[in-house]
């Protein structure tokens, strides 16, 4: 199985968990990183390039920081320019059927204030509906999230367990049946 983590940050100096992340990722041989902001800081998107890596692979995550509660830009425009009719989607679009997809977000605030009654009133799962109906119009499998929340009371410790727990779960191949 050959995963393709499509990494969306704008700003990866300054990022603790992503930059983290996308490193510990680089160190596994079936898992292709691909920086979306370093390839495109111009948002011109090389739609036939990203078609291509997108059929090399068979699961494809989207790894960004939560802002506004979707994702940084330059993911939505990945998502405009290269999941095209013919390719993605329509009578003839079924390059896309099969492969899986799934999210890996980290959120600044914690996992209780995503919830009816908490601070932020929705949970993830109903914020992330879009890549959801994404996912099911292209054909693909829509996986369960990886998640770590709460950048306040973030430690050395939980980034290094998130790191490991990450590489686990993307790359087990049986995620359709265990969660
Ligand atoms: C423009 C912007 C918007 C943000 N919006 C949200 C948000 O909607 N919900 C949230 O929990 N955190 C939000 N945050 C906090 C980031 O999600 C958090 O800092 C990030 O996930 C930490 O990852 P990093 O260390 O890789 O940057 C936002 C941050 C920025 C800069």
Not at 52 to 71: M, V
Not at 122 to 148: D, K, V, W
Request: glycine share 6%.
């Amino acid at each position: 199985m050959k995963t393709l983590v499509i990494a969306a940050h704008p700003n990866l100096g300054e990022s603790k968990v992503n930059k983290a992340w996308m490193q510990r990722l680089q160190e596994e041989e079936d898992v292709t990183v691909h920086d979306l902001y370093a390839h495109y800081p111009n948002f011109k998107i090389d739609v036939e390039k990203e078609q291509q890596l997108l059929l090399e692979h068979d699961r494809i995550i989207f790894q960004f920081p939560f802002y506004w509660y979707s994702s940084p830009a330059l993911l939505k425009e990945w998502q405009d320019a290269v999941l095209t009719y013919g390719f993605a989607y329509g009578s003839e679009g079924n390059k896309l059927h099969g492969k899986e997809l799934m999210l890996a977000i980290s959120t600044g605030g914690p996992a209780e204030v995503y919830q009816a009654g908490g601070y932020n009133h929705y949970s993830i799962s109903e914020l992330t509906r879009p890549f959801q109906a994404t996912a099911n119009l292209c054909g693909m499998h829509f996986l369960p999230s990886f998640l770590l929340q709460g950048m306040m009371t973030l430690t050395e410790e939980k980034l290094q367990e998130s790191k490991e727990a990450l590489v686990a779960y993307i790359t087990n191949p049986n995620l359709r049946t265990v969660r």
